[in-house]
């Protein structure tokens, strides 16, 4: 049997309500990946500093503690090869808006489903 399409790989996920961050474990884990989580911008940055090398960051654009944009750029710094896919319940446009869109690399619509939220991985991480 072929191993689960995230094995062997490292994931951040990074937002401030709770369900979201448990939805979005079970369905990593499911699929193999080894998931870090995080519930604002500052415990964000610390776990790409401290816990890293991450193969992805799946980044709420609306958490407390710091501005998406500055949690991107921190993050950035600290680990410049990391894919970032922002996640918000907002539309794809004002999300984009109000983020250091240029930055990252995609986008995914909250509510997201199971294949939806793979597929965001891939797209970015490749």
């Given at each position: 049997?072929?191993?689960?399409?995230?094995?062997?790989?490292?994931?951040?996920?990074?937002?401030?309500?709770e369900?979201v961050?448990?939805v979005?474990?079970?369905?990593?884990?499911?699929?193999?990946?080894?998931?870090?989580?995080?519930?604002?911008?500052?415990?964000t940055?610390t776990?790409?500093?401290?816990?890293?090398?991450?193969?992805?960051?799946?980044?709420?654009?609306?958490?407390?503690?710091?501005?998406?944009?500055?949690?991107?750029?921190a993050?950035?710094d600290?680990?410049?090869?990391?894919?970032?896919?922002?996640?918000?319940?907002?539309?794809?446009?004002?999300?984009?808006?109000?983020?250091?869109?240029?930055?990252?690399?995609?986008?995914?619509?909250?509510?997201?489903?199971?294949?939806?939220?793979?597929?965001?991985?891939?797209s970015?991480?490749?």
């Open positions: 049997m072929a191993d689960a399409p995230g094995t062997g790989r490292r994931i951040l996920v990074a937002d401030d309500e369900s961050r448990f979005a474990q079970r369905i990593l884990e499911r699929s193999g990946f080894d998931v870090t989580l995080a519930a604002d911008g500052p415990e940055v776990a790409v500093q401290s816990s890293g090398p991450f193969d992805l960051l799946l980044l709420d654009v609306n958490m407390p503690g710091m501005s998406c944009e500055e949690t991107v750029t993050a950035l600290a680990a410049p090869e990391l894919p970032i896919v922002l996640c918000s319940g907002l539309t794809g446009e004002e999300a984009e808006l109000r983020t250091a869109r240029s930055l990252t690399r995609g986008f995914l619509q909250k509510p997201f489903r199971f294949q939806e939220l793979l597929d965001a991985i891939e970015a991480a490749g």
